[in-house]
């Protein structure tokens, strides 16, 4: 036999050898890895690949207990496995074909932290005081896993990524919001925390949703049809979530914090029923009614009048689904820049929301929330929720209020702080109808709950 064939045969089989051996080893989604973090007194999902009907075994360190399955025709295999409370390291065996594992386990908080670029935001991009948080950042029992930016017109299976333990190098590069909301937690529950960064900067609601959500409502894909072309992010709709959410599901998570919305602003008002489709999209997807704290985004000057507080607004009413959660930030904000430097209250109010509704600590949570209006005369009196301890002004006087009558003409507002609530008023109305609040793109008003959080703007009417 000529030699060259001789060898291009045996050249081919071993290729080929080597190829069923590699599909036949059971592997593993990049989310099972050392130094992961396991959601804490749960039933979890454990999944990953093997030769169809292989006999996969998982073990967990802290039971022992052994569970079987086999892979299926597709080569797909999963198990569920019940956690104890937080603590670790553990490890987490797989066997098969082949041993895996899996070193440094701990059990404790998983969330899922996306958005677009202020979630994005590192400390490396630059941040207030960055340099000192960057240093201070030994946090072993902080895990970190960031998950790459990538665009899929179908659902994907993994991600190129791998848990890292948080210190100065990992964390410099890190969601700097996803950070501190973490750091928090750490210190108040004293419990390893995993944070699962999946964020884009510029990236519209649209992308991180499956589009069949987008495509069965017409207002949601004629308003997608409208995303203009970015040069440094996908819009199109379920781009994101095919390789950046689909990947991750069903990983257990304890919840979603999220940091979007400025890409939104073109529809800003119907925001108030995109956001809130795609909070039962993830819940759906996941089968789990997980807690969703979100920011609301910051004052902006954004060219076009009014977009902003509309799109805040739609944010706030977001707020009637339940087990959701709002940060306030007008306080925080650079009306001169998109992305705010200071990360660390931001993050912290996000925990503050976690701590007080997901974990029951005894702690203030939200600043003022607009509940309802009387008219009192000439005047009309706002009432909040959040607001039980009194209400504090920063400044001289409170700022941002308007209110108008009949003609629906709205005049700059007097405002005075009676217990918790407020009186509005101005000599020109003298019989009051409604009442706004920071009702501009750009509005940093003075009104703080005596635990010195923000209030939300609002409006009184839809006219």
């Known amino acids: 036999m000529n030699k060259y064939f001789r060898h291009l045969i045996i050249t081919s089989y071993l290729t080929g050898l080597f190829i069923t051996t590699a599909v036949a080893k059971v592997t593993l989604p990049a989310l099972f890895a050392d130094h992961m973090v396991l959601q804490q007194n749960s039933e979890i999902v454990v999944w990953g690949w093997a030769k169809p009907m292989e006999v996969i075994t998982v073990i967990g360190s802290w039971d022992r207990k052994a569970v079987q399955t086999s892979a ?19 490890t987490l065996t797989i066997l098969g074909s082949n041993t895996i594992v899996l070193q440094d386990v701990l059990i404790g908080e998983v969330w899922l932290c996306s958005g677009q670029s202020n979630m994005e935001w590192s400390a490396a991009a ?18 970190l896993f960031q998950v790459p930016q990538r665009s899929a017109s179908a659902s994907q299976l993994d991600v190129d990524a791998e848990w890292q333990t948080c210190t100065p190098a990992t964390m410099v590069d890190f969601s700097a919001v996803a950070y501190f909301f973490g750091r928090e937690l ?23 949703m499956n589009p069949a959500v987008i495509n069965a409502d017409t ?3 004629a308003a997608a049809a409208e995303i203009a072309e ?39 008002l119907l925001y108030r029923r995109l956001f809130p489709a795609l909070i039962a999209n ?14 609301q985004i910051a004052p902006y000057e954004y060219g076009t009048p009014l977009i902003g507080a509309v799109l805040r607004e739609s944010q706030l009413k977001s707020l009637s689904v339940p087990n959701t959660g709002m940060v306030v930030i007008s306080d925080i904000g650079n009306i001169n820049d998109i992305h705010p430097r200071n990360k660390q209250d931001v993050g912290k109010r996000l925990a503050n929301w976690a701590l007080a509704r997901t974990y029951q600590k005894e702690i203030v949570f939200s600043g003022p929330l607009y509940r309802e209006m009387r008219v009192e005369g000439d005047k ?12 504090v002004c920063s400044g001289a006087s409170l700022t941002h209020f308007e209110i108008a009558g009949d003609d629906r003409q709205f005049h700059q507002a007097e405002a005075k702080i009676d217990k918790n609530t407020v ?8 019989n009051p109808l409604a009442v706004r609040f920071a009702w501009s793109n750009t509005a940093t008003p003075n009104l703080l709950n005596s635990a010195g959080l923000p209030a939300s703007c609002f409006r009184t009417e839809e006219w």
Not at 423 to 430: D, W
């Open 380 to 391: 009309i009196r706002i009432y909040f929720d959040y607001a039980e301890e009194g209400l």
């Open 230 to 268: 970015m040069p440094w992010c996908p819009v199109k709709s379920g781009s994101a979530y095919h390789a950046m959410i689909a990947p991750l599901i069903p990983f257990r998570i304890a919840g979603v914090i999220w940091y979007q919305g400025e890409s939104n602003t073109q529809h800003a």
């Open 72 to 90: 299926d025709s597709r080569a797909d295999w999963r198990v569920t496995l019940k956690t104890p409370a937080a603590g670790g390291p553990h």
């Open 423 to 430: 009186l509005v008023f101005a000599r020109e109305v003298k």
């Open 219 to 221: 207002e949601f894909a």
């Open 126 to 143: 630059g941040i207030n005081n960055g340099v000192q948080e960057t240093f201070n950042a030994h946090a072993p029992a902080i895990r």
């Open 186 to 208: 750490n210190l108040q529950l004293q419990i390893p925390v995993g944070l699962i960064n999946s964020s884009w900067g510029g990236t519209p609601a649209e992308t991180w």
């Open 282 to 295: 993830w819940r759906s997807e996941w089968g789990v009614e997980f807690p969703f704290y979100y920011v």
